[in-house]
């Protein structure tokens, strides 16, 4: 079955940065894009990047731009989000996503907070 496992949340300082890892298992995963989302308290879960397949293709929400950067390693199954520079408003409960057969796979999420 498909699982996702998200990792590498956390207790960050504005301006600081955190590593976002996504081990995915159960398809393969080469043949499929990948996207991470986040969601905060009483809001809608949003869009924060995606990658193509092969990594060659890549998306940022507009908030996120020049900030974080979306990665997979297709050898080891792993999807990453490095985020520099982070700010009190990327608070929020990170998710790797993904599409199989028209399926939504959703992680269970891994909280970044960050505050001084």
């Known amino acids: 079955q498909v699982q996702l496992v998200e990792s590498g949340g956390g207790l960050v300082q504005p301006g600081g940065s955190l590593r976002l890892s996504c081990a995915a298992s159960?398809?393969?995963?080469?043949?499929?894009?990948m996207n991470w989302y986040r969601q905060t308290l009483g809001k809608e879960r949003e869009l924060v990047a995606g990658?193509?397949?092969?990594?060659?293709?890549?998306n940022y929400a507009d908030s996120v731009k020049g900030r974080f950067t979306i990665s997979r390693d297709n050898a080891k199954n792993m999807v990453y989000l490095q985020m520099n520079n982070l700010k009190p408003e990327d608070t929020a409960v990170y998710y790797c996503?993904?599409?199989?057969?028209?399926?939504?796979?959703w992680g269970q999420g891994t909280r970044v907070t960050v505050s001084s």
């Open positions: 990658i193509s397949s092969g990594g060659v293709f890549t």
């Open positions: 159960g398809f393969t995963f080469s043949t499929y894009a």
């Open positions: 996503k993904t599409s199989v057969s028209w399926v939504s796979y």
